[in-house]
């Protein structure tokens, strides 16, 4: 039987070495805050209840969570002294819980819910993801012995033997509650950085003849955002894995290290996605579905057998339904596009309903901005709208109806009529050839005008 959860995310850090005014766990990683992905991970274990810690700028961050989760409880400390006190900062919230607090920091991304999954289930009071450093740096190494974990040596305040250690601490921890709120009273912050170490929990819970376990996880999943280029190594982990994972899930991409995704892309079996294709956060891509070649695409939906682009763009509320066909240079924004439209080339679909079957021609633009407010356009089942024609809303194309090349439509058309709207053309016989011959003696006597001069 599974236990009771609660999450606890720190997030009060400051992030100086990020060099910018925005909160380090608020910069975006594949579409969403870096704070947003821990949450989404430490979700998947269905927590009881989610604290998070926060500190620096704490109201936008504390703004960033509640658009996450609105149930989230956000708590301060207000002077960051350190991991183990912003746990401290918790305890209130997890008054009358009773269960296993899996911590982890709101500046690490890349955790996977597995590894939660498997700190929340293991039997020993207190639990440890533990991973192989390649490059050892500056992370806490775990002292074990024959009985298991013993303590946990943080880089600044262990001895040279110590520093040898290979497997480190990767942060996230799981502590059954209420012994975490015992151990972090007993905590204290006499070592080299003066400040209240969580890893202090593991000694403190040995001490007292506890239990403690290493869970072991991968390195890419302890990477923290400290700096642009560790969000940079983020994205790129990031993307590595969502890539592998539509390969596995069965989307066929043609050049899969081209093809960049959001946080929340959803793409069902057998899609294919060329070459150059960027995932704005908000796509789902019915199964069969094909995007072409350099495609941009944000808050749409693509649904089965539809084709998009090349050199598409599709916008929030863009929704595709079966087999429309969106070819290249179109962009479509907040439009309804039913069943078999097709709108193959150079054209602009904004604020829109386009019905079942209807054909937009080439250049078709729905001009539906007056300077002030946003318009829209409706048009019917199996319309034909003729190239170039400028569609100027609030405006209805009824069903079946034509609208000729060229016009500039700024009235209803009812349904199966045709819309001529352009001047009528008048052919003149010979006026070309007079014409030139015209220009060609105005050009002689200019010629002549300046050699006098
Ligand atoms: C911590 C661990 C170290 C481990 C490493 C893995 C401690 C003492 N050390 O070190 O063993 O190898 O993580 O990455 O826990 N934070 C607060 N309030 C504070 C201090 C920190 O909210 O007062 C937050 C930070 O914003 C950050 C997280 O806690 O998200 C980790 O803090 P940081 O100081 O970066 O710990 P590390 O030095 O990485």
Redesign the pocket.
């Given at each position: 039987m599974s236990r009771s959860t609660a999450l606890v995310i720190?997030?009060?850090?400051q992030?100086t070495r990020m060099n910018s005014d925005l909160p380090?766990?608020l910069h975006k990683l594949a579409g969403a805050p870096v704070l947003a992905h821990a949450m989404r991970a430490g979700a998947q274990i269905e927590p009881d209840r989610t604290i998070v810690?926060t500190?620096h700028e704490a109201e936008q961050v504390e703004q960033a969570v509640r658009e996450f989760d609105e149930a989230a409880i956000c708590v301060r400390?207000t002077e960051?002294?350190?991991?183990?006190?912003?746990v401290a900062q918790a305890l209130p919230a997890l008054e009358g819980f009773s269960g296993r607090v899996i911590i982890l920091?709101?500046?690490?991304p890349l955790v996977r819910p597995e590894t939660l999954q498997a700190l929340a289930d293991n039997p020993a009071e207190i639990a440890i993801t533990g991973f192989h450093a390649a490059d050892p740096r500056?992370?806490?190494r775990l002292i074990t012995s024959d009985r298991g974990l013993e303590r946990?040596v943080?880089f600044k305040d262990a001895k040279d033997e110590e520093r040898a250690i290979s497997l480190?601490?990767?942060?996230m921890m799981a502590v059954s509650y209420p012994l975490l709120a015992e151990l972090l009273a007993e905590m204290k912050n006499d070592n080299a950085a003066g400040?209240y170490?969580?890893?202090d929990l593991v000694s403190l819970a040995r001490a007292r003849g506890a239990q403690a376990a290493v869970v072991m996880c991968k390195e890419d999943e302890?990477l923290?955002v400290?700096t642009r280029s560790q969000l940079a190594r983020a994205e790129a982990l990031f993307q590595a894995r969502a890539r592998a994972e539509a390969l596995e899930n069965g989307v066929t991409l043609t050049a899969p290290e081209t093809v960049f995704f959001a946080f929340d892309t959803v793409i069902g079996r057998d899609a294919i996605v060329g070459p150059n294709v960027v995932f704005g956060s908000g796509v789902t891509v019915e199964s069969g579905a094909e995007i072409r070649a350099f495609c941009h695409l944000e808050g749409c939906h693509i649904s089965r057998g539809a084709t998009v682009g090349p050199f598409a763009r599709l916008r929030p509320g863009a929704e595709l339904a079966e087999d429309v066909h969106v070819g290249n240079f179109v962009e479509i924004k907040n439009a309804i596009l039913d069943e078999g439209v097709k709108v193959g080339h150079l054209s602009y679909l904004g604020d829109a309903h386009v019905g079942e079957h209807t054909n937009i021609g080439a250049g078709t633009i729905t001009c539906n901005y007056d300077g002030v407010m946003k318009h829209r356009t409706e048009i019917g089942a199996r319309a034909f709208i003729g190239s170039d024609t400028m569609l100027v809303a609030p405006v209805r194309i009824g069903a079946g109806a034509f609208t000729a090349t060229g016009s500039v439509i700024t009235q209803d058309v009812p349904a199966e009529a045709l819309a001529i709207a352009r001047a009528r053309q008048e052919n003149k016989p010979g006026f070309a050839t007079r014409l030139v011959e015209k220009l060609k003696k105005a050009k002689a006597a200019r010629a002549a005008r300046r050699e006098l001069n």
């Open positions: 720190l997030a009060a850090g992030g380090k766990v810690v500190g400390q960051q002294l350190g991991t183990g006190h912003a920091y709101g500046d690490t500056r992370y806490g946990i943080e480190c601490n990767g942060g400040e170490y969580l890893t302890v923290g400290d």
